[in-house]
């Protein structure tokens, strides 16, 4: 006895379905297949105006191999797409959380620049008023050295006239 095979029918809007496909792939597929091995496959148009195929369920299978995922339906697109769209939402979130960070870190570093000018001012304020305090100290001392060089002039002098006046009252007592 023969042995007896399981028959389907489906239109190419179910298979196109079940497959994650358009339908134009499908019928392009099926013509392959028509091509090659005829027997596999027949081809009928019911009432209400849908082509229904009438096949075993190898044909189904073959055709879940030789479909490629660029022929997807566009339902798969979407869901594709739609997995895109969050992949890109969630890296926008991390560079938004990147950038906030950066931000405040660029104003800590603003705040610490603005304190270190502060500081280099105050510094530099320092600075000029130890040189004029040096200046005066400077031009004390030079007061002090000739106050201390006419002072020992002075003493000279009063050396030398208490040398000859003590001279001079030496002679008058001899006298």
């Known amino acids: ?23 134009p792939v499908i019928r392009n597929q099926t013509k392959n297949i028509k091509h090659s091995d005829p ?13 229904v195929i ?7 299978e073959e055709l879940r191999r030789r479909v490629r ?7 798969n697109q979407v ?7 969050q992949q890109l939402q969630q890296s926008n979130q ?10 405040q870190d660029l104003a800590a570093m603003r705040a610490d620049r603005d304190t270190a000018i502060q500081r280099a001012g105050t510094l530099e304020t320092e600075v000029q008023d130890s040189r004029h305090t040096q200046t005066l100290q400077e031009a004390r001392i030079e ?8 002072l020992k002039e002075d003493l000279a002098t009063y050396q030398d006239h208490s040398f000859l006046g003590l001279k001079w009252a030496t002679r008058k007592s001899k006298k």
């Open 79 to 85: 869901i594709a797409m739609e997995r895109q769209i």
């Open 1 to 23: 006895m023969d042995q007896i095979k399981t028959i389907i029918s489906r239109t190419y809007a179910e298979i196109a379905e079940e497959l994650g496909c358009s339908v």
């Open 39 to 51: 027997a596999r496959w027949a081809k009928s148009t019911i009432r209400n105006g849908k082509t």
């Open 54 to 60: 009438v096949t075993d369920p190898d044909l189904v």
């Open 69 to 75: 995922p660029g022929q997807r339906t566009a339902k």
């Open 143 to 150: 007061a002090q050295e000739a106050e201390i060089q006419r």
């Open 94 to 103: 991390r560079l938004a959380q990147a950038l906030a960070q950066q931000m």
